[in-house]
């Protein structure tokens, strides 16, 4: 078994859909439309996991939309999901090399961050595994802000 990280692309969007609907994410933010979009867009990017061919993850980034925010520097992680019957912290852990190696292309880029349910203790000891950090002053929402200096 070989799992690799690559952009996604339009022929993938049925399978990212499946996904979605797997891990009972909202089928508007996967729609057609939107993941067309999405992967066409210049300020969003989306990765997948795909082990011999089947899309067993993906990682939705970009730019963030924040008020008040100095942001030039930073990718904001919207979705990282991974297929039930996978172990979420292998593919999790492959999800985001892939996206630091995509963003280290970009010189401007320096940061990563990514908001967390803080009742989801699993996200937030797998995201400071990776050397995030809870930076409390951008809390949103009842939602911990957690950064990765690149």
């Known amino acids: 078994m070989t799992i690799i990280t690559r952009p996604a692309q339009v022929e993938d969007i049925p399978a990212m859909q499946a996904l979605a609907q797997s ?3 909202s089928e508007r933010l996967y729609s057609t439309d939107a993941l067309r979009k999405a992967i066409n867009s210049e300020n969003l990017s989306v990765i997948v996991a795909d082990s011999d061919g089947e899309i067993i993850g993906l ?7 924040l008020e008040d925010c100095d942001c030039e520097d930073l990718k904001l992680i919207h979705d990282l999901l991974v297929l039930p019957d996978w172990s ?3 593919i999790a852990d492959e999800l985001l090399y892939g996206v630091e190696e995509s ?5 401007n880029i320096q940061r990563i961050a990514v908001y967390v349910d803080p ?3 699993h996200l937030i000891q797998f995201y400071a595994e990776q050397g995030f ?3 409390e002053p951008e809390d949103q ?6 950064e990765l200096m690149l």
């Open 119 to 121: 009742a989801q203790r």
């Open 133 to 135: 950090h809870h930076e």
């Open 103 to 107: 963003l280290n292309a970009d010189a």
């Open 141 to 146: 929402d009842g939602l911990w802000y957690m």
């Open 23 to 25: 891990v009972q994410v």
């Open 59 to 65: 990682c939705k980034f970009g730019t963030p939309i």
């Open 88 to 90: 979420w912290d292998t």
